[in-house]
Nanobody
């Protein structure tokens, strides 16, 4: 059972930046593909970004492409989401998730086996 713990959320003005971190408890982390999702009040959880186990390939939802960057450090069992040029519509609870199929990009939440508890990101206008 992989445990994931997110951190780095907070309140930021539009145009600002935040860096989210997700620390995993287990060594198999390096073989998993990792994803970031977000959920705004009253909305479904949606895909944001994913990275394969090797860290060489990344995939982004169109609305965050060019503003967000997903990365990982397998030696530290940690995945990151650098968020720049934040907009009020980016406000949501952000979750990291682990997909045991490390070499596949998945955008559906149901494809991810392990989830963190979430961290709140609020962008003021």
């Amino acid at each position: 059972q992989v445990q994931l713990v997110e951190s780095g959320g907070g309140l930021v003005q539009a145009g600002g930046s935040l860096r989210l971190s997700c620390a995993a408890s287990e060594r198999p982390f390096s073989s998993y593909a990792m994803g970031w999702f977000r959920q705004a009040p009253g909305k479904e959880r949606e895909f944001v970004a994913a990275i394969k186990w090797s860290a060489g390939s990344t995939y982004y939802e169109d609305r965050v492409k060019g503003r967000f960057t997903i990365s990982r450090d397998n030696a530290k069992n940690t995945v990151y989401l650098q968020m720049n040029s934040l907009k009020p519509e980016d406000t949501a609870v952000y979750y990291c998730a682990a997909n045991v199929f490390g070499d596949i990009f998945q955008t559906a939440p149901s494809q991810y086996a392990f989830w963190g508890q979430g961290t709140q990101v609020t962008v003021s206008s």
